[in-house]
């Protein structure tokens, strides 16, 4: 079980009112939803659980196992950080982790201190942070184990694009509720196979999802970032 500090500290890293802009963004679900292939609770489900499974949050859940497992060899995180700024399939959804890694590292470091955190921060200078990498770090140095940062990882992803979705589609809160309820039952599956990936074997298999993406630079008028 987590300590008591540890579970408040996961908790507040994940809660939509850390501020990191996470819900300035939706990951390409505002271009389905504009082509009308998004209407309803279930369709958010099934994207959301894309994205978890086969696409950017699938990359970042096995990024963030190996960074967290990384996190006391300097050199190995590192790589790994880098790694992880380069994944992504569109600059807006490069944009999507790198600001909010960025801002991530920038708050955590004034309100949860930690020499490592300050260590990485001098290391990396100007270059891009991969959030999921970033909070890795943080859950690792400041002692919350692997298994439950994950799943809050997860559980965030999915709770920032399901409240996308009731903004856009629109849905009621009920709906989005009741996405997050059918996703809980996906999100224990993709922890276990992410804990047991090896980073060679990394990539995606949602080309529908990378395509919304980059379609999202070109709308007219548009609610989020990406």
């Not at 819900?23 to 390409?28: E, K, L």
């Not at 399939?89 to 600001?99: D, I, K, P, V």
């Not at 996703?183 to 995606?204: E, H, M, Q």
């Amino acid at each position: 079980m987590l300590a008591d500090a540890a579970l408040h500290r996961l908790l507040a890293w994940t809660s939509p009112s850390y501020p990191v802009g996470s819900f300035t963004y939706s990951h390409g679900l505002e271009t389905a939803v504009e082509d009308g292939r998004i209407t309803t609770a279930a369709h958010v489900t099934a994207y959301v659980e894309a994205v978890l499974a086969r696409g950017g949050g699938w990359v970042d859940a096995v990024l963030f196992v190996h960074a967290h497992r990384a996190a006391q060899d300097e050199v190995a995180f590192d790589a790994i950080s880098e790694l992880a700024t380069a994944f992504r399939g569109s600059s807006e959804t490069a944009l999507e982790s790198r600001q909010q890694g960025g801002s991530f590292l920038s708050v955590t470091r004034k309100a949860w201190p930690h020499p490592a955190l300050d260590a990485f921060a001098a290391r990396n200078g100007d270059h891009p942070i991969a959030h999921a990498t970033v909070m890795a770090l943080a859950c690792a140095v400041h002692d919350i184990p692997l298994a439950p940062a994950l799943h809050g990882w997860l559980h965030a992803t999915a709770a920032n694009l399901v409240s996308a979705g009731v903004r856009l589609v629109p849905l009621g809160q009920t709906d989005g509720q009741l996405a997050l309820a059918a996703l809980s039952y996906a999100i224990p599956a993709i922890a276990d196979k992410a804990l047991n990936s090896p980073l060679d074997d990394l990539g995606t298999a949602a080309p529908d999802l990378e395509l919304a993406s980059l379609s999202h630079e070109t709308l007219y008028t548009r609610l989020f970032r990406s």
